[in-house]
Structures are given as C-alpha cells and as structure tokens.
C-alpha cells in the first residue's frame, strides 16, 4: 500500500458531463501530482502541486483543472467529456518538489459514453 | 507524448531465473532515476532508485545498473517468482527550468512462466 488514496475507483459518465478525482496523498507529502494513462500512451504528467500552489503543467486540456487544499487533499475536475477522455488518471505524492520517489495510488478508471 | 507504444515488449522468464530489464533514457542532464512495477488494476510502485552519482544500488532482490555513457538503466531482478509478473518501467527525473520533471519510459512487460 503506497499510501496515497484516491476517489472513487470506477467512474462511468455521459459526453459533456463533469468529473471530480479525489485525491489524499501520503501524510507528510508536500507535492501531488496527476497523471492520466491510456492504453496508446504511456503515463502523461497533467499537472503538480506542491503545499497548495501549482508548480507544474504538463498536457493539460483547457477543460481540466486542479487545485490542492489546505489539508493538502487534492481534486482534478475534468469538464465537457469526450469519448477520448476514457483511461486510468493517477495521483502520486512526494515529500519534495522533485527528485525522491513518487508514490502513486490505485488510480479512477473513467469511462466516458 | 513523451511515452508512447501500445505494444509493449514482453520479457518471458522461468520461475527461478534472473531478469533483466533495460530502460534507455533520453536526456543526460537527468540526474535521478526510478523503476516502477505496475500490475493490472493498480497503480505504479516505487521498486528502487538511484542517483547519477551511483552506477550501481541493490535492494531485495533487486539490482539497478546506470550506465550514464550510453544513457541505459537496467533492472535484474533475482530468483525471478510468478508475483513479479506485471510491467516494469523506469523513470528520469530532470531539472530543465527551475522544476523537476519526470519523464516515463514505455514499459516491458514480465511474464514468469511455470
């Protein structure tokens, strides 16, 4: 067990809709990342937070977006859902902003129909 | 994307045997390196690291090998178990503008035979 949580496992919604990912990074990680994997792509960085503030985007669609809590909790809202937006989205949380070990979590298996 | 490939390479092992999984990474200003095991369903899991100062760190029953020359990262897996099937793919983490970066390679693929 990584340590890392994240909410809910399955999810399985309609074009247009909107989607939040939870995630509860391991206690005492400062940074959080997201990560989305399709089966034609390896693991794509989206974005990273370290103690509440954005410190990193990677290819992140407009319809996107994130942001890090006070408890540093962290939620991804994915907005106006295409088919293409089916795949694994990972959260992963480290003690720094970079260069230790990222610990990932089981993932949220969207499904978009 | 920075990792692509939707077929991955399979590596077919006898219980029993050593394996060895090779990684090449791209950029040589890279100066930390992972190895992640990912099973069907689950996310990745930290097996090991290494940094750039280092050729060589072993675990349980694991070994990683950097060979910064050639930029290649390899994993040997030890006594290799039916519970070491899943895909293996390593990390590079670099500092290009003032944030780290990791960037994934694709992934090989375990497969312990019986």
């Known amino acids: 067990d990584s340590g890392v949580t994240q909410t809910p496992k399955h999810l399985i919604t309609a074009t247009g809709q909107r989607v939040t990912l939870r995630c509860s990074p391991r206690?005492?990680?400062?940074?959080v990342y997201w990560y989305q994997q399709s089966l034609d792509q390896g693991l794509q960085f989206l974005i990273q937070?370290?103690?509440?503030?954005?410190?990193a985007k990677g290819n992140i669609l407009e319809r996107f977006s994130a942001q890090q809590f006070p408890d540093l909790h962290s939620e991804l809202n994915l907005s106006s859902l295409e088919l293409g937006d089916s795949a694994l989205y990972f959260c992963?949380?480290?003690?720094?902003?970079?260069?230790?070990?990222?610990?990932f979590g089981n993932g949220t298996r969207l499904t978009v129909t | 994307g920075e990792s692509v490939g939707l077929h991955l390479p399979t590596l077919s092992v006898q219980e029993g045997d050593n394996s060895i999984i090779n990684c090449a990474y791209s950029?040589?200003?890279?100066?930390?390196f992972i190895w992640y095991k990912q099973e069907s369903g689950k996310g990745p899991q930290f097996i090991i690291d290494?940094?750039?100062?280092?050729d060589k760190r072993q675990g349980q029953r694991v070994t990683v090998l950097l060979n910064k020359t050639v930029k290649h990262l390899s994993l040997q897996i030890a006594a290799t178990q039916p519970g070491d099937s899943a895909v293996y793919f390593c990390?590079?983490?670099?500092?290009?503008?003032?944030?780290?970066?990791?960037?994934f390679g694709t992934g090989t693929r375990l497969k312990v035979l019986a």
């Open positions: 992963a949380s480290s003690d720094t902003e970079g260069n230790s070990p990222l610990h």
């Open positions: 206690s005492g990680d400062l940074s």
């Open positions: 937070y370290y103690n509440g503030e954005e410190r």
């Open positions: 950029n040589s200003a890279s100066d930390y």
């Open positions: 290494i940094r750039s100062n280092m």
């Open positions: 990390a590079e983490n670099i500092l290009p503008s003032g944030t780290y970066k990791y960037i």
